[in-house]
């Protein structure tokens, strides 16, 4: 059992800051990659940061200079620091993570449950 655990989502005023973490939990598994995606309303699900194994980052276009992604292999950890938020980062925000079982020959994608940013003009 792999599970995605996030927090650090709420209201905050445009030009604020929020921080993102989010934690896997469970035994007999690793991860290659982690990243956090949103999605607005009517708008389609997008990769806003991913960062792999090896500390390779890439950031969507709309947040770099501003967000900063970081990773703690051995805690199995990712944070998402969001700094000059701007009302149209408001959306769910989703942890992901790329999972292998090697003892089950099986690899998945496990998702978070998602948590709520919103930014207020």
């Known amino acids: 059992q792999v599970q995605l655990v996030e927090s650090g989502g709420g209201l905050v005023q445009a030009g604020g800051s929020l921080r993102l973490s989010c934690a896997a939990s469970?035994?007999?598994?690793?991860?290659?990659?982690m990243a956090w995606y949103r999605q607005a309303p009517g708008k389609q699900r997008e990769l806003v940061a991913s960062i792999t194994s090896g500390q390779r980052i890439n950031y969507a276009d709309s947040v770099k200079g501003r967000f900063t992604i970081s990773r703690d292999n051995a805690k199995n950890t990712v944070n998402l620091q969001m700094d000059s938020l701007k009302p149209e980062d408001t959306a769910v925000y989703y942890c992901?993570?790329?999972?292998?079982?090697?003892?089950?020959?099986?690899?998945?994608?496990?998702w978070g449950q998602g948590t709520l940013v919103t930014v207020s003009a």
């Open positions: 469970g035994s007999g598994f690793s991860i290659n990659a």
């Open positions: 992901n993570a790329a999972v292998v079982i090697p003892t089950e020959y099986r690899s998945l994608q496990v």
